[in-house]
């Protein structure tokens, strides 16, 4: 577990506010995989002393930034060409039912 994003200029929250689309809790929660058409959901969890952005590379991961554990959290969709410029994230892990063409958002 665990693929987040870490730009290298300016704040995790700048390059969501700019790069991503913010969506509700409710429709980060119902995000189907296989409708995303080249778009992962982020995660933006405030922790206090920093925030992280992580991605929710496919439904397991999209349960565990769901989970209400209490902490202040923003939902985003972002381009999967995009995250891959400012993350770990390995496109190997992404479910294989995210649609990998130009995102919409």
Not at 26 to 47: G, R
Not at 48 to 57: D, P, R
Request: with cysteine; aromatic share 10%; charged share 30%.
């Amino acid at each position: 577990m665990g693929m987040y994003i870490n730009p290298e200029t300016g704040t995790k929250d700048e390059w969501l506010e700019n790069h991503g689309a913010l969506v509700t809790e409710e429709a980060f929660k119902s995000i189907q995989y296989d409708t995303l058409n080249n778009c992962l959901p982020v995660c933006l969890v405030d922790n206090g002393f920093f925030t992280a952005a992580g991605i929710a590379f496919n439904e397991s991961e999209r349960d565990i930034f769901a989970n209400d554990d209490g902490r202040p959290k923003r939902y985003y969709l972002c381009n999967i060409d995009e995250l891959l410029e400012v993350s770990d994230l390995n496109v190997n892990a992404i479910s294989e039912d995210v649609k990998y063409e130009r995102c919409k958002i």
